[in-house]
């Protein structure tokens, strides 16, 4: 089993509509999770991290269910800009230094 | 503000010849890393460097790949001999904090490698 599973879609989508991206964990001990976007052809970038209690940043919404091993990433409104592909991301545990496992990306293409 | 400096951004060489990358972290970032990124997948960590000193290297090919960080700032990624499996986009990346952001990895634009 891979230590981070995404739908690598592509999601297509009109703008204005809400779209979720859902991501599975294998390490039940892992405490830090987060969701990179990346555009074509350039490097991944932060775009939050995600709390046990879930987190709010504008549009995006970010859920963690540590039951279930899973992360969930919601988009309201979608926007053209919003089209990239999004890295689900898990810190291993028990790793002195940061240590990252991204998934494979889940594409997001936004249309008028 | 600066970011982390790759060179170059693009190489071809052909399978069993030799390749070598360059990163330049965010001054006073300690932590570095390189990663690998196949075409369609997340990127791959190859090697952690902590300073000048390795802390994982365990995806390293190590038969093939090499990577150094001599005084604890640029860093060399090498490949030799390459392989056709080697094309990838090589990313590296330095932790720490940036001026009104949060502590994180952050990355460079990467170099596009194409193995024919």
């Known amino acids: 089993r891979k230590e981070v599973e995404q739908d690598p879609g592509p999601f297509n989508v009109p703008e204005g509509a809400t779209v979720a991206f859902n991501c599975t964990y294998s390490n039940s001990a892992s405490q830090s999770f987060f969701w990179y976007r990346q555009d074509c052809r350039k490097e991944p970038k932060l775009l939050m991290s995600?709390?046990?209690s879930g987190n709010e940043d504008g549009r995006f919404t970010a859920q963690l269910n540590r039951a279930s091993q899973y992360i969930s990433l919601l988009i309201r409104d979608s926007k053209l800009s919003d089209s990239a592909t999004y890295l689900c991301v898990v810190r291993k545990p028990n790793t002195g230094f940061q240590k990252l496992v991204f998934g494979t990306g889940t594409r997001l293409l936004v249309s008028p | 503000e600066a970011g982390v400096a790759q060179s170059p951004r693009y190489k071809i060489i052909e399978k069993r010849q030799s390749v070598a990358f360059w990163c330049n972290p965010i001054s006073g970032h300690a932590t570095l890393y390189w990663y690998q990124q196949i075409l369609g997948q997340g990127p791959k960590l190859l090697i952690q460097f902590q300073n000048n000193g390795v802390v994982d290297d365990s995806q390293l090919p190590k038969d093939r790949f090499s990577a150094e960080r001599l005084k604890g700032v640029d860093s060399t990624l090498k490949i030799q001999p390459a392989k056709l499996e080697d094309s990838a986009v090589y990313l590296c990346?330095?932790?720490?904090?940036?001026?009104?952001?949060?502590?994180?990895?952050?990355f460079g634009p990467g170099t596009r490698l194409t193995v024919t």
């Open positions: 995600v709390y046990s």
């Open positions: 990346a330095s932790r720490g904090r940036v001026e009104g952001q949060a502590y994180e990895q952050y």
